[in-house]
């Protein structure tokens, strides 16, 4: 739907602008309680999940239903060209 869209747009804006204070508030209950802190959040992004720091362009793509919740991918692409699916799970 358009409002998942909304938020993940917004996330990924402020994890490639370094807010981690807005990507964090962004990120779903679950992450935030995980890893409790901005920093902590953008520390595992940086490690983990580098194509979401860096990309250059995003596109939605399909958005699937599992038991309870729903999952967007999201195709990302860095300086390189190379493409990277990020799952979502909202």
Request: aromatic share 8%; glycine share 2%.
């Amino acid at each position: 739907t358009l409002a998942i869209r909304r938020v993940i747009e917004q996330q990924l804006d402020a994890i490639k602008r370094d807010d981690a204070e807005t990507a964090f508030a962004l990120a779903a209950p679950n992450i935030r309680r995980a890893f409790r802190d901005p920093t902590t959040f953008m520390a595992l992004v940086s490690r983990d999940y580098m194509p979401m720091r860096r990309w250059e362009a995003a596109t939605f793509l399909d958005l699937r239903t599992f038991d309870d919740h729903c999952v967007q991918r999201v195709k990302l692409v860095d300086a390189k060209g190379a493409a990277h699916v990020a799952n979502y799970a909202m």
